[in-house]
């Protein structure tokens, strides 16, 4: 196994309802609150064998984007040798603003649905 999903991202327009919502649906609690993102998973927090879920505001859609994606994290090689492998399978490098300082990857598959290559090395399940 070379990755788990990590993370949920949902874009949405009140994080506040649905985290409350999610929460109550798949017996989660909140495990961490930004400015405009809150974070939501099982009581044993981020890393284990569910992914969490993260609620970001969006005041709407963008054009052409899904308000869903993935966050991935490698589990048996460090980051750079799994985004390697990721591009030599087919995913590419997407622009969506980022400064180069941030510690993920953004990367879209081979039909442009954009996904992240997180930092952080998960065990395997």
Do not use: Y
């Not at 442009?112 to 395997?124: D, H, I, T, V, W």
């Amino acid at each position: 196994m070379a990755c788990r999903i990590s993370e949920l991202v949902l874009g949405c327009r009140d994080p506040e309802v649905l985290a409350r919502f999610w929460c109550e649906v798949l017996d989660f609690v909140v495990l961490d609150r930004e400015e405009d993102c809150i974070e939501i998973g099982p009581r044993e927090g981020f890393g284990g064998p569910q992914p969490t879920i993260i609620l970001s505001r969006r005041d709407e859609p963008e054009p052409g984007k899904s308000r869903l994606h993935i966050d991935v994290n490698a589990t048996d090689r460090d980051q750079d040798a799994e985004l390697e492998r990721l591009l030599k399978l087919g995913a590419r490098p997407a622009d969506i603003g980022q400064t180069g300082q941030e510690q993920w990857h953004v990367l879209a598959d081979p039909e442009g649905n954009e996904f992240c290559l997180l930092k952080a090395r998960l065990n395997p399940l």
